[in-house]
């Protein structure tokens, strides 16, 4: 992953640096492991410890220095280490173990970190929604579908609903965890036929693993599913970006990204204040799902295992932790910093569609009245369209209808129009979806 969106934090977890220690811990480990059975000398392994390299520069530098004789990592990174350490203890490294035994391993532990670092960013992203969520959960705002005018709603509802949809989003990525929190030191097809069970056992105990059966690799479904977590997380923060992008059009107004002092947002055009974090949470999203789809084709593989996985995997395991964990930060910067504008969300709620968006309650009135809802909808579906379409008020045109005067009666037309137009009747049950949010954990 470029620079750009690698956040310091997720980007130590899959430097070279990070995972050939991780490769050291594994066979170090191992080494222990077969002291405590009793199947080499106890100060072999103690030397192998204390003589372990230092995983520095040097290290990583020697190690790709002499792939490119073995055209092999892990049998590159063997070589080193055993040099390193000196015969005859460093010649216990590997023993028994075949490379993805330690590579897959070793992937389990990277990849068990950043999920905790992904349920962080989630949890700060889910609190920081709740918190917008309650703070506008009165604002009203115009409810949209197709992009069209609807009916009343709140933005303190649209928040909350994207919260709880965030927090579906943080229950994966704690699911998905635990299903990659798993190792196997089990030898080439997976049979231990070369390495005892305690091995594993003590491997996995010690980096908080959990050891699984497995062919010469573990099963690819649970790092499609780590995957499909990160796709997931990233495409409700796309909902929410996507939200606020059509919320900051001009025509719209009603919030906007944060702008802060010295910003630039067009190079041309000083007026400018572009959804620039939204649109490079948008564009984000496209990557996150990208990656899921290679990693449902990395499931199936030849046999016991082929490495068809392999050169997939060194792309968008480390680049779809960084682009979850960079969205979820930003996203939650994003929404904290978000300039709402109350008084644009009524105006255009009361005054754009002329008050349309109460038709349903005046067919309901109607219906009540004793119409059938068919012939209710054809003169509400009228009288909206002359509203429309003259750029007038829909309750002024309701008013002067002889159809909906003597249905309604002219004594109780004012009480029904007035029942059917009342903005805080239309919103009075919207606090549902708020109330929904104190059932969420932390």
Same mark, same amino acid.
């Given at each position: 992953m470029i620079e750009r969106y690698s956040l310091p934090e997720m980007a130590a977890l899959f430097s070279d640096g990070a995972r050939l220690a991780l490769?050291?811990?594994?066979?170090?480990?191992?080494?222990?492991a077969w002291a405590g059975l009793g199947a080499i000398p106890a100060e072999h392994a103690r030397s192998c410890r204390e003589r372990a390299p230092r995983v520095d520069a040097d290290f990583v530098r020697a190690v790709a220095e002499r792939e490119l004789v073995t055209d092999h990592d892990v049998a590159a990174f063997v070589d080193v280490t055993q040099a390193r350490i000196g015969p005859p203890e460093g010649n216990w490294i590997h023993h028994g173990l075949t490379s993805s035994d330690v590579v897959d391993t070793a992937l389990s532990a990277s990849l068990k970190a950043a999920a905790g670092l992904l349920v962080e960013a989630s949890s700060d992203f889910v609190r920081a929604l709740r918190h917008r969520a309650v703070e506008q959960a009165d604002t009203p705002m115009v409810g949209r579908t197709h992009g069209m005018h609807a009916e009343p709603t709140t933005f303190g509802n649209v928040l909350a609903l994207f919260c709880l949809q965030a927090a579906r989003d943080r229950d994966r990525l704690r699911r998905a965890a635990e299903q990659i929190s798993v190792g196997k030191l089990s030898g080439a097809v997976g049979t231990y036929s070369n390495v005892d069970p305690y091995v594993e056992e003590h491997v996995c105990a010690a980096l908080g693993l959990r050891p699984v059966p497995a062919t010469q690799v573990i099963s690819r479904d649970r790092h499609a599913e780590y995957l499909y977590a990160c796709a997931a997380a990233g495409t409700t923060v796309e909902a929410v970006a996507?939200?606020?992008?059509?919320?900051?059009? $001009?025509?719209?107004?009603?919030?906007?990204e944060p702008f802060r002092e010295g910003q630039k947002g067009s190079s041309a055009m000083p007026h400018k204040r572009n959804p620039i974090t939204a649109e490079r949470l948008t564009g984000l999203a496209r990557l996150l799902r990208g990656y899921l789809l $290679?990693?449902?084709e990395d499931v199936a593989l030849w046999h016991e295992r082929d490495i %068809?996985? %392999? %050169?997939?995997?060194?792309?968008i395991l480390p680049d779809a932790s960084l682009v979850a964990y960079y969205s979820l930060r930003r996203a939650a910067r994003l929404v904290d910093g978000l300039v709402v504008r109350p008084d644009r969300m009524l105006e255009n709620l009361t005054e754009l569609s002329h008050g349309l968006v109460f038709s349903q309650p005046v067919l309901l009135a109607l219906v009540r009245a004793g119409l059938s809802r068919d012939s209710a909808y054809r003169i509400v579906q009228r009288d909206a369209g002359i509203a429309h379409e003259e750029r007038v008020s829909f309750r002024s045109?309701?008013?002067?209808?002889?159809?909906?005067?003597a249905l309604l009666g002219p004594s109780k037309l004012s009480g029904a129009l007035d029942e059917a137009f009342d903005l805080t009747r239309s919103l009075a049950r919207a606090r549902r979806t708020i109330d929904a949010l104190e059932e969420i954990a932390e």
């Open positions: 490769w050291l811990d594994v066979e170090l480990l191992a080494v222990e996507l939200e606020v992008r059509h919320l900051q059009r $001009s025509e719209v107004g009603e919030a906007a $290679s990693g449902f %068809s996985h %392999s %050169s997939v995997e060194r792309v045109v309701l008013e002067k209808d002889a159809d909906v005067v």
